[in-house]
Nanobody, 123 residues
């Protein structure tokens, strides 16, 4: 059974860091692309970052470039989102999702989603 589980969210002060994890089961992680998305209260869901399968490239939304880094550990079937220099506007529920293509896209269609993890940036 395909499953994605996010973890690592929490409360952090502005300028702080968090690392989110997305652990996959039920499929071979390296075959496909994984995306991170977020949704803040009253706002539409937006793509944050994605990483392609089989060594594919990664992409980032302009709002997080230079601050967020996506990576994958295929042995652990986990994709990470390292978030540095966090800002209050990064506050949202963060979701990971799998796209059954090797090429990633932060605006494309995704096939399955995790349950989300809350990130709150506040002093």
């Amino acid at each position: 059974q395909l499953q994605l589980v996010e973890s690592g969210g929490g409360l952090v002060q502005p300028g702080g860091s968090l690392r989110l994890s997305c652990t996959a089961s039920g499929f071979t992680l390296d075959d496909y692309s994984i995306g991170w998305f977020r949704q803040a209260p009253g706002k539409e869901r937006e793509g944050v970052s994605c990483i392609g399968g089989r060594g594919g490239s990664s992409n980032y939304a302009d709002s997080v470039k230079g601050r967020f880094t996506i990576s994958r550990d295929n042995v652990k079937s986990t994709v990470y989102l390292q978030m540095d220099n966090l800002k209050p506007e990064d506050t949202a529920i963060y979701y990971c999702a799998v796209r059954f293509f090797r090429l990633c896209s932060i605006s494309g269609q995704y096939n399955a989603w995790g349950q989300g993890t809350q990130v709150t940036v506040s002093s």
